[in-house]
């Protein structure tokens, strides 16, 4: 199970670091076809995660604990809604509870930037609600570290760090 969470963890974050490690930002066939967007004025590829909730006021105070950030809570088109502070220049995060957001622990894995050292957040995981799935664990030297937990509400999600 530890093995296939690294794999499935470690290979998306590889082909990240492969894409943005070549001088070049557009392949030569992305310059003979036509029909591909081209990405090299865009910071990130993602801009808005959405992390369900089933309670989103125990989501909300897990999260403010274990990453030490104040969540503003608002309600969008009856979707109740928890904001991540953001310098409004990258990844908008937000907790969501409405009829259409089911926690799972299936499906794509958001890794959250946990600091300089994510075993800070990792620590505060168990005793706020959530669950360790995987410790700790070194990527390589230059990638840093990554863990994998669940939330209070179900969700699986990952930790980076690059100490």
Partial sequence: MRKAVFVTAVIPVMVFWACNSQNNPVSETQKADSTVT?????????????????????????????????????EMDGVQMGVFPSDGEGVSIVLAKGKDYKPTRDGAVVYLNAGDDLQTVLDKIGPNGGKVLVPKTQISPEMGFFAMFTDTEGNKLGLHSMH
């Fill in 38 to 74: 081209k990405t090299e004025n865009m910071k990130n590829l993602v801009s808005i995660v959405e992390i369900p909730a089933a309670d989103l006021s125990r989501s909300v105070t897990f999260y403010q604990a274990i990453l030490g950030i104040l969540i503003e809570q608002t």
